[in-house]
Protein backbone atom coordinates (compact mmCIF):
# COMPACT_ATOMS: atom_id res chain seq x y z
CA UNK A 1 0.00 0.00 0.00
CA UNK A 2 1.44 3.71 -0.95
CA UNK A 3 2.15 5.71 2.05
CA UNK A 4 -0.12 8.65 0.49
CA UNK A 5 -2.45 7.98 -2.32
CA UNK A 6 -4.49 10.03 -4.40
CA UNK A 7 -7.18 9.33 -7.33
CA UNK A 8 -5.14 10.70 -10.24
CA UNK A 9 -8.13 12.19 -11.98
CA UNK A 10 -8.01 14.14 -14.51
CA UNK A 11 -10.64 15.53 -12.98
CA UNK A 12 -12.68 17.93 -15.85
CA UNK A 13 -13.86 21.08 -14.30
CA UNK A 14 -16.24 23.94 -15.73
CA UNK A 15 -14.77 27.54 -15.21
CA UNK A 16 -16.70 28.78 -11.96
CA UNK A 17 -17.57 25.68 -10.63
CA UNK A 18 -16.44 23.60 -7.70
CA UNK A 19 -14.18 20.89 -7.34
CA UNK A 20 -12.59 18.47 -4.17
CA UNK A 21 -10.85 15.83 -3.91
CA UNK A 22 -8.85 13.98 -1.18
CA UNK A 23 -5.88 11.96 -0.41
CA UNK A 24 -5.63 9.30 2.05
CA UNK A 25 -2.20 8.90 4.03
CA UNK A 26 -1.12 5.06 5.83
CA UNK A 27 1.12 6.76 8.89
CA UNK A 28 -1.04 7.63 11.91
CA UNK A 29 2.24 9.49 13.28
CA UNK A 30 2.02 12.14 10.22
CA UNK A 31 2.42 15.01 12.11
CA UNK A 32 2.71 17.93 9.11
CA UNK A 33 0.32 17.85 5.81
CA UNK A 34 0.82 19.96 2.80
CA UNK A 35 -0.95 20.67 -0.97
CA UNK A 36 0.93 21.53 -3.24
CA UNK A 37 0.88 22.46 -7.08
CA UNK A 38 2.23 21.29 -10.23
CA UNK A 39 2.22 22.59 -13.79
CA UNK A 40 3.23 20.52 -16.98
CA UNK A 41 7.02 20.07 -16.72
CA UNK A 42 7.18 22.39 -13.77
CA UNK A 43 8.65 22.20 -10.05
CA UNK A 44 6.22 21.53 -7.17
CA UNK A 45 5.52 25.25 -5.59
CA UNK A 46 3.48 24.79 -1.78
CA UNK A 47 -0.21 25.59 -2.37
CA UNK A 48 -0.80 25.48 1.18
CA UNK A 49 -0.38 24.03 4.95
CA UNK A 50 -3.50 21.72 6.36
CA UNK A 51 -4.62 21.92 9.77
CA UNK A 52 -6.76 19.98 11.85
CA UNK A 53 -8.82 22.72 12.26
CA UNK A 54 -8.93 23.47 8.36
CA UNK A 55 -7.74 26.09 6.60
CA UNK A 56 -8.86 28.50 3.74
CA UNK A 57 -6.86 30.92 1.61
CA UNK A 58 -9.11 32.82 -1.04
CA UNK A 59 -10.65 30.23 -3.41
CA UNK A 60 -9.02 27.17 -1.68
CA UNK A 61 -9.92 25.16 1.58
CA UNK A 62 -8.28 22.66 3.22
CA UNK A 63 -9.76 19.92 5.79
CA UNK A 64 -7.53 17.20 7.72
CA UNK A 65 -9.65 14.30 9.62
CA UNK A 66 -6.67 12.48 11.41
CA UNK A 67 -9.29 9.84 12.86
CA UNK A 68 -9.42 8.78 8.94
CA UNK A 69 -6.33 9.88 7.85
CA UNK A 70 -7.16 11.75 5.00
CA UNK A 71 -7.01 15.50 3.63
CA UNK A 72 -8.94 17.62 1.71
CA UNK A 73 -8.56 20.23 -1.34
CA UNK A 74 -11.50 22.04 -2.24
CA UNK A 75 -11.20 24.87 -5.32
CA UNK A 76 -14.18 27.25 -5.94
CA UNK A 77 -15.00 29.42 -8.58
CA UNK A 78 -12.77 27.56 -10.51
CA UNK A 79 -10.36 29.54 -13.36
CA UNK A 80 -8.23 28.27 -15.79
CA UNK A 81 -5.13 29.04 -14.60
CA UNK A 82 -6.13 26.29 -11.94
CA UNK A 83 -5.30 23.39 -14.36
CA UNK A 84 -2.48 21.85 -12.81
CA UNK A 85 -1.59 18.60 -10.81
CA UNK A 86 -2.33 18.62 -7.00
CA UNK A 87 0.31 17.01 -4.96
CA UNK A 88 -1.15 15.96 -1.12
CA UNK A 89 2.13 15.74 1.04
CA UNK A 90 2.85 14.51 4.78
CA UNK A 91 5.70 14.89 6.74
CA UNK A 92 6.83 12.83 9.68
CA UNK A 93 8.76 14.80 11.55
CA UNK A 94 12.07 13.11 13.20
CA UNK A 95 15.19 14.59 15.18
CA UNK A 96 17.16 13.59 11.79
CA UNK A 97 15.38 15.54 9.31
CA UNK A 98 11.49 15.82 7.89
CA UNK A 99 11.27 14.15 4.32
CA UNK A 100 8.19 14.89 1.99
CA UNK A 101 6.24 11.71 1.54
CA UNK A 102 3.80 12.87 -1.93
CA UNK A 103 0.67 10.99 -3.30
CA UNK A 104 0.91 10.27 -6.93
CA UNK A 105 -1.04 13.71 -7.79
CA UNK A 106 -4.91 14.26 -8.90
CA UNK A 107 -4.45 16.17 -12.45
CA UNK A 108 -7.41 19.03 -12.71
CA UNK A 109 -8.16 20.21 -15.96
CA UNK A 110 -10.39 23.35 -16.03
CA UNK A 111 -12.28 24.01 -18.80
CA UNK A 112 -14.09 27.25 -20.31
CA UNK B 1 16.52 36.75 -3.69
CA UNK B 2 17.70 33.97 -6.12
CA UNK B 3 15.18 31.04 -5.21
CA UNK B 4 16.69 27.20 -5.47
CA UNK B 5 19.09 26.81 -8.56
CA UNK B 6 19.85 23.57 -10.31
CA UNK B 7 21.76 22.45 -13.18
CA UNK B 8 21.85 21.47 -15.70
CA UNK B 9 18.38 21.74 -16.89
CA UNK B 10 18.43 18.37 -19.02
CA UNK B 11 21.02 15.91 -19.34
CA UNK B 12 21.27 12.53 -21.59
CA UNK B 13 23.52 9.89 -20.78
CA UNK B 14 23.61 6.24 -21.80
CA UNK B 15 23.08 2.68 -19.44
CA UNK B 16 26.48 2.32 -17.27
CA UNK B 17 27.56 6.59 -17.18
CA UNK B 18 27.81 8.13 -14.15
CA UNK B 19 26.20 11.57 -13.28
CA UNK B 20 26.16 14.56 -11.28
CA UNK B 21 23.90 17.01 -10.37
CA UNK B 22 23.98 20.11 -8.59
CA UNK B 23 21.89 22.55 -6.54
CA UNK B 24 22.16 25.81 -4.87
CA UNK B 25 19.79 26.16 -2.07
CA UNK B 26 17.80 29.29 -1.37
CA UNK B 27 19.92 32.37 0.36
CA UNK B 28 19.34 31.80 4.32
CA UNK B 29 18.60 27.74 4.04
CA UNK B 30 21.04 25.20 5.32
CA UNK B 31 19.30 22.13 4.75
CA UNK B 32 19.05 20.23 1.25
CA UNK B 33 16.41 17.38 0.06
CA UNK B 34 16.91 15.80 -3.20
CA UNK B 35 13.51 13.77 -5.13
CA UNK B 36 13.26 11.88 -7.69
CA UNK B 37 9.89 11.95 -9.94
CA UNK B 38 8.92 9.70 -12.87
CA UNK B 39 6.64 10.47 -15.59
CA UNK B 40 3.22 10.61 -13.95
CA UNK B 41 4.07 10.18 -10.69
CA UNK B 42 4.42 12.31 -7.56
CA UNK B 43 8.50 12.93 -6.35
CA UNK B 44 10.35 10.39 -4.07
CA UNK B 45 12.42 11.22 -1.46
CA UNK B 46 16.23 10.11 -2.24
CA UNK B 47 18.21 11.76 0.75
CA UNK B 48 18.36 15.06 2.67
CA UNK B 49 21.58 16.84 3.87
CA UNK B 50 22.26 19.11 6.86
CA UNK B 51 25.72 20.42 7.98
CA UNK B 52 27.19 18.43 5.70
CA UNK B 53 26.04 15.18 6.12
CA UNK B 54 23.42 12.93 5.00
CA UNK B 55 20.81 12.70 7.53
CA UNK B 56 17.77 10.55 6.34
CA UNK B 57 17.33 8.79 3.23
CA UNK B 58 14.73 7.12 1.57
CA UNK B 59 14.60 3.54 -0.25
CA UNK B 60 17.10 4.36 -2.56
CA UNK B 61 20.48 2.15 -3.78
CA UNK B 62 23.89 3.22 -2.91
CA UNK B 63 24.31 3.88 -6.76
CA UNK B 64 22.74 7.41 -5.43
CA UNK B 65 25.15 9.65 -3.42
CA UNK B 66 25.54 12.94 -2.41
CA UNK B 67 27.45 15.50 -0.96
CA UNK B 68 26.84 19.17 0.98
CA UNK B 69 29.15 21.84 0.69
CA UNK B 70 30.18 24.05 3.52
CA UNK B 71 28.19 26.94 1.67
CA UNK B 72 25.17 24.84 1.90
CA UNK B 73 25.16 23.69 -1.87
CA UNK B 74 24.68 20.01 -2.72
CA UNK B 75 25.45 17.85 -5.53
CA UNK B 76 23.52 14.05 -6.22
CA UNK B 77 25.84 11.59 -7.88
CA UNK B 78 24.39 8.42 -9.85
CA UNK B 79 26.42 5.46 -10.94
CA UNK B 80 26.11 2.59 -13.43
CA UNK B 81 23.39 4.45 -14.85
CA UNK B 82 19.76 2.49 -15.40
CA UNK B 83 17.24 3.15 -17.92
CA UNK B 84 14.84 3.35 -15.09
CA UNK B 85 16.57 6.15 -13.85
CA UNK B 86 15.25 8.65 -16.57
CA UNK B 87 13.47 11.13 -14.57
CA UNK B 88 13.38 14.75 -13.36
CA UNK B 89 15.79 15.24 -10.26
CA UNK B 90 14.14 18.01 -8.47
CA UNK B 91 16.53 19.67 -5.27
CA UNK B 92 14.60 21.27 -2.08
CA UNK B 93 15.91 23.99 0.17
CA UNK B 94 14.45 24.93 3.81
CA UNK B 95 16.03 26.60 6.69
CA UNK B 96 14.94 25.94 10.54
CA UNK B 97 10.97 25.83 9.34
CA UNK B 98 9.48 23.59 7.54
CA UNK B 99 8.47 24.84 4.14
CA UNK B 100 10.57 23.35 1.34
CA UNK B 101 11.18 25.07 -1.83
CA UNK B 102 11.66 23.59 -4.44
CA UNK B 103 14.19 23.85 -7.92
CA UNK B 104 13.34 23.95 -11.59
CA UNK B 105 14.63 20.31 -11.75
CA UNK B 106 16.90 18.15 -13.71
CA UNK B 107 15.37 16.13 -16.55
CA UNK B 108 17.71 13.01 -17.02
CA UNK B 109 17.36 10.95 -19.80
CA UNK B 110 18.79 7.45 -19.70
CA UNK B 111 19.49 5.81 -23.29
Known amino acids: RKEVEQDPGPFNVPEGATVAFNCTYS??????FFWYRQDCRKEPKLLMS???SGNEDGRFTAQLNRASQYISLLIRDSKLSDSATYLC?????????????FGGGTRVLVKP | DAGVTQSPTHLIKTRGQQVTLRCSPK?????VSWYQQALGQGPQFIFQ???????QRGNFPDRFSGHQFPNYSSELNVNALLLGDSALYLC??????????FGPGTRLLVL
Open chain 2, 92 to 101: ASRAGGETQY
Open chain 2, 27 to 31: SGHDT
Open chain 1, 89 to 101: VVSLIKAAGNKLT
Open chain 1, 27 to 32: NSASQS
Open chain 2, 49 to 55: YYEEEER
Open chain 1, 50 to 52: VYS
